[in-house]
C-alpha cells in the first residue's frame, strides 16, 4: 500500500487563524480524501480531491471553510479556515486503492488540531 | 441517509479468547466491506476487507459477510492484548461510510 505522510502532525492554533495540513503519497493515485475525526467519534468525509478538478464536498462541509488543493496525483492540502473551537479534532486524508479490487482506502497518520 | 451501526463496547475478552465484532448497514446497494483497527491516537488501519458473502479469513482474522441480513462481522481467534484497540466497520456504496467503531479489550 502506499505510504502517507501528513504535516504538521499537531497543531494548537488560536480561533480566527487558518491551518494549512498537507499530505503527500509516495506513488501517483487518482482519489485522495479528507476526512474528519472528533473527540471520541468516528470518521466523517469533509471532500474528496481529484487531481485537475474541484474538489467535491459532502453535505455540512463547504469550501470557504475548507478549501483544498489538489496541483497533482501525490499531494493535496487542506485548509481549516477561521478556526473555532468546534473545529478541534483529528483531520485525516487517505488515498484509495491497492493491489485489491475493493477499492480500500489507506490512511495517513492524521494531524490533531487543537483551537483555543 | 447510508448508516452503519456497532456496538460501541468495551467488549471485553480474555486473552486466547475469541471476540466477536458485529456491524449492520442500511444501503443494499454498498458492494464493499472493511474493517479497521484503531489503537488510540493513530489513524485507522486497514486490518480486512471482504465483497462477497461468507467468510474470509487472514490469520487470526476471519471477516464474515451476509448481503441478505446487511450483516458483516469480524473474528479475531486467539485474542491477544495487542489487539486492544478500537475496530471500525466501513461500508462501500459510492463512498466509504465508518461506523462509530468497537472498542475491544483483551485481558491478560
Known amino acids: 500500500s502506499a505510504v502517507i505522510s501528513q504535516k504538521p502532525s499537531r497543531d494548537i492554533c488560536q480561533r480566527g487563524t487558518s491551518l494549512t495540513i498537507q499530505c503527500q503519497v509516495d506513488s501517483q493515485v487518482t482519489m485522495m480524501f479528507w476526512y474528519r475525526q472528533q473527540p471520541g467519534q468516528s470518521l466523517t468525509l469533509i471532500a474528496t480531491?481529484?487531481?485537475?478538478?474541484?474538489?467535491?464536498?459532502e453535505s455540512g462541509f463547504v469550501i470557504d471553510k475548507f478549501p483544498i488543493s489538489r496541483p497533482n496525483l501525490t499531494f493535496s492540502t487542506l485548509t481549516v479556515s477561521n478556526m473555532s473551537p468546534e473545529d478541534s479534532s483529528i483531520y485525516l486524508c487517505s488515498v484509495e486503492g491497492g493491489p485489491n479490487e475493493a477499492s480500500e482506502q489507506y490512511f495517513g497518520p492524521g494531524t490533531r488540531l487543537t483551537v483555543t | 441517509q447510508k448508516e452503519v451501526e456497532q456496538n460501541s463496547g468495551p467488549l471485553s475478552v480474555p486473552e486466547g479468547a475469541i471476540a466477536s465484532l458485529n456491524c449492520t448497514y442500511s444501503d443494499r446497494g454498498s458492494q464493499s466491506f472493511f474493517w479497521y483497527r484503531q489503537y488510540s491516537g493513530k489513524s485507522p488501519e486497514l486490518i480486512m476487507f471482504i465483497y462477497s458473502n461468507g467468510d474470509k479469513e487472514d490469520g487470526r482474522f476471519t471477516a464474515q459477510l451476509n448481503k441478505a441480513s446487511q450483516y458483516v462481522s469480524l473474528l479475531i481467534r486467539d485474542s491477544q492484548p495487542s489487539d486492544s484497540a478500537t475496530y471500525l466497520c466501513?461500508?462501500?456504496?459510492?463512498?466509504?461510510?465508518f461506523g462509530k467503531g468497537t472498542k475491544l479489550s483483551v485481558i491478560p
Open positions: 480531491a481529484n487531481q485537475g478538478s474541484e474538489a467535491t464536498y
Open positions: 466501513a461500508v462501500n456504496s459510492y463512498q466509504l461510510t
